[in-house]
């Protein structure tokens, strides 16, 4: 499959004489198709609702074109939940996923009235002193370790994450909640990340399902809402076939159907907290060529670095590249695209065919719209870029503005050498 650019160099171009490179570029068309088509997806099910997982992209902007389609947030941390605060989601509008929480942090999310979903048995104890009480509504997050496989692939290892409870530790949590007079239970579980299948979200339904009838039955307890949390995956290389929201949404309903309308489980309502799939594809980091170095290797230096996109540089991750203008010329140089840190993994393409790379040739960096910029850091001095939206009319906005030597030194205002460092 062809993977082309959702951006041209003459937008780009004229993008860039308002914003310099590097900055992230965003797809509002493409964002509102896709979460339209989730919800059709899941349309069958009355109580369905999308957390959208801000820890992949923290940008209020982008968020709030999700929420205009019912879309509520999963936050990990205070931060993001006073994100969620500041735009509105508040109630059952947050479910607040985190793991190894610190105690106040259960008090802030439980005062905002989002749903606190329990990594672990010993958080029973942890919410009920941070806020007096437990809350009549909440979730535990479920982990059956071992092997996870699809077919006869082996697509994670649950055993070896640290999140989630035990399947017996997760039946004591619900029988202690009952007892500290919650009313109302959920059920979260995440076993797979970045599935590029139609198969993992049906089987994982159908694993939950089949638990939470057999909770049912054993304690008396009904599971009211099913959260599927993230896994869905985007194709990063053009060889790789995109998932099809719809097939794996009749999947779903299909392990519905066979388990737990016979159970008279049917007023279940289905969660899912995606990051990658809602935002992924709909992001590109857009950098510019500026050096050029011929040694053991051909090397393209551009103006973005890991503290851009640091997927590639921690995990080896594929990233796929478009020379804008250049989308119909022969990949027939072998390049090395690297950023200017002080690490040699700080590379965004190892040994990749690309058409010849000119000084000054705009490359966009597919994919980088999840887990893109929320993962920059400030290593060597780097300053994070500018977040910009295109949107669906062709024009653009700024939606988070370049970090400045300002915003680097801004911690070091409580000594007197910050004056002379902004003086810069």
């Given at each position: 499959?062809?993977?082309?650019?959702?951006?041209?160099?003459?937008?780009?171009?004229?993008?860039?004489?308002?914003?310099?490179?590097?900055?992230?570029?965003?797809?509002?068309?493409?964002?509102r198709?896709?979460?339209?088509?989730?919800k059709?997806?899941?349309?069958?099910?009355?109580?369905?609702?999308?957390?959208?997982?801000?820890?992949?992209?923290?940008?209020?902007?982008?968020?709030?074109?999700?929420?205009?389609?019912?879309?509520?947030?999963?936050?990990?941390?205070k931060?993001?939940?006073?994100?969620?605060?500041?735009i509105?989601?508040?109630?059952?509008?947050?479910?607040f996923?985190?793991?190894d929480?610190?105690?106040?942090?259960?008090?802030?999310?439980?005062?905002?009235?989002?749903?606190?979903?329990l990594?672990?048995?010993?958080?029973?104890?942890?919410?009920?002193?941070?806020?007096g009480?437990?809350?009549?509504?909440?979730?535990?997050?479920?982990?059956p370790?071992?092997?996870?496989?699809?077919?006869?692939?082996?697509?994670?290892?649950?055993?070896?994450a640290?999140?989630?409870?035990?399947?017996?530790?997760?039946?004591?949590?619900?029988?202690?909640?009952?007892?500290?007079?919650?009313?109302?239970?959920?059920?979260?579980?995440?076993?797979?990340?970045?599935?590029?299948?139609?198969?993992?979200?049906?089987?994982l339904?159908?694993?939950?399902?089949?638990?939470?009838?057999?909770?049912?039955?054993?304690?008396?307890?009904?599971?009211?809402?099913?959260?599927?949390?993230?896994g869905?995956?985007?194709?990063?290389?053009?060889?790789?076939?995109?998932?099809?929201?719809?097939?794996?949404?009749?999947?779903?309903?299909?392990?519905?159907?066979?388990?737990?309308?016979?159970?008279?489980?049917?007023?279940?309502?289905?969660?899912?907290?995606?990051?990658?799939?809602?935002?992924?594809?709909?992001?590109?980091?857009?950098?510019?060529?500026?050096?050029?170095?011929?040694?053991?290797?051909e090397?393209?230096?551009?103006?973005a670095?890991?503290?851009?996109?640091?997927?590639?540089?921690?995990?080896?991750?594929?990233?796929?590249?478009?020379?804008?203008?250049?989308?119909?010329?022969?990949?027939?140089?072998?390049?090395?695209?690297?950023?200017?840190?002080?690490?040699?993994?700080?590379?965004?393409?190892?040994?990749?065919?690309?058409?010849k790379?000119?000084?000054?040739?705009?490359?966009?960096?597919?994919?980088?719209?999840?887990?893109?910029?929320s993962?920059?850091?400030?290593?060597?001095?780097?300053?994070?870029?500018?977040?910009?939206?295109?949107?669906?009319?062709?024009?653009?906005?700024?939606?988070r503005r370049?970090?400045?030597?300002?915003?680097?030194?801004?911690?070091?205002?409580?000594?007197?050498?910050?004056?002379?460092?902004?003086?810069?």
């Open positions: 499959m062809e993977k082309l650019p959702f951006v041209s160099k003459e937008k780009v171009e004229e993008i860039a004489q308002v914003y310099p490179t590097p900055f992230h570029l965003y797809d509002e068309k493409g964002i198709e896709n979460v339209s088509n989730l059709k997806a899941f349309s069958w099910n009355k109580g369905f609702k999308e957390y959208f997982a801000v820890k992949a992209t923290p940008n209020p902007f982008l968020i709030n074109i999700l929420r205009e389609y019912g879309c509520g947030c999963d936050c990990s941390s931060t993001e939940l006073m994100m969620a605060k500041t509105g989601a508040t109630g059952d509008d947050i479910m996923s985190s793991n929480t610190p105690i106040e942090e259960f008090k802030y999310c439980n005062d905002l009235g989002g749903i606190i979903n990594d672990d048995i010993t958080h029973i104890e942890a919410v009920e002193k941070a806020c009480r437990l809350p009549e509504k909440m979730s535990c997050r479920y982990n370790g071992g092997i996870f496989k699809i077919s006869n692939d082996i697509m994670d290892n649950p055993g070896d640290k999140y989630g409870m035990t399947t017996e530790q997760i039946y004591k949590a619900y029988e202690i909640m009952k007892e500290k007079g919650v009313k109302e239970f959920g059920i979260h579980s995440f076993l797979c990340s970045n599935t590029v299948t139609n198969e993992y979200y049906p089987m339904a159908k694993l939950l399902f089949e638990l939470i009838v057999d909770i049912k039955n054993k304690l008396g307890i009904h599971i009211s809402f099913v959260n599927l949390s993230g869905i995956g985007i194709p990063y290389r053009p060889e790789q076939e995109k998932n099809d929201i719809f097939v794996i949404g009749e999947g779903v309903r299909k392990a519905y159907e066979e388990v737990l309308v016979p159970a008279g489980m049917d007023d279940v309502a289905i969660f899912t907290e995606l990051g990658r799939y809602m935002m992924g594809p709909y992001g590109g980091l857009v950098t510019k060529a500026i050096n050029e170095k011929h040694t053991h290797k090397y393209v230096g551009v103006d670095c890991a503290v851009n996109l640091m997927r590639p540089a921690i995990y080896g991750a594929y990233h796929h590249i478009t020379v804008l203008g250049k989308e119909n010329e022969a990949c027939d140089f072998k390049y090395d695209v690297t950023g200017s840190l002080c690490e040699n993994c700080d590379k965004f393409a190892i040994d990749r065919m690309l058409p790379i000119e000084m000054g040739d705009y490359l966009f960096i597919h994919d980088a719209g999840a887990h893109g910029f993962m920059g850091y400030n290593y060597n001095g780097k300053l994070k870029s500018a977040e910009i939206l295109l949107n669906e009319d062709g024009s653009f906005k700024l939606i370049a970090e400045t030597p300002k915003d680097y030194f801004q911690t070091f205002d409580c000594f007197d050498l910050y004056d002379e460092l902004i003086k810069e």
